[in-house]
């Protein structure tokens, strides 16, 4: 069974950083794509980052440069290093993982089928 569990996540001010972590299971971590998204409340879900099989990472424009996803294959972790928080990165986070994609990840939250239960980042100026 795919589980995912998130941490890390808290309070910051603005302009200060904050790194969430996403611990997988129950599935070969290497083949599957990783990913975090967001959502505030009263808005829809947003990409924020993701990470291919290979490796490689993509991000919103609205982080990049700010944000870094990494992986941690020895803990079957992916993170996500948050800096020069704007009180706009507020919201709950959330992992998500799917496999099946050799290239390219989605960005697309509705192509994902394992999601975490989310952690909450809060930003205040």
């Known amino acids: 069974q795919v589980q995912l569990t998130e941490s890390g996540g808290g309070s910051a001010q603005s302009g200060g950083s904050l790194r969430l972590s996403c611990e997988a299971s129950?599935?070969?971590?290497?083949?599957?794509?990783m990913a975090w998204f967001r959502q505030a409340p009263g808005k829809e879900r947003e990409k924020v980052a993701f990470m291919d099989v290979d490796g490689n990472a993509t991000y919103a424009d609205s982080v990049k440069g700010r944000f870094t996803i990494a992986e941690d294959s020895a803990k079957k972790a992916v993170t996500l290093q948050m800096d020069n928080l704007k009180s706009e990165d507020a919201a709950m986070y959330y992992c998500?993982?799917?496999?099946?994609?050799?290239?390219?990840?989605?960005?697309?939250?509705?192509?994902?089928?394992?999601w975490g239960q989310g952690t909450q980042v809060t930003v205040s100026s």
């Open positions: 129950g599935y070969t971590y290497s083949t599957f794509c």
């Open positions: 998500a993982a799917e496999g099946g994609y050799s290239g390219r990840c989605p960005m697309v939250g509705d192509e994902y089928n394992f």
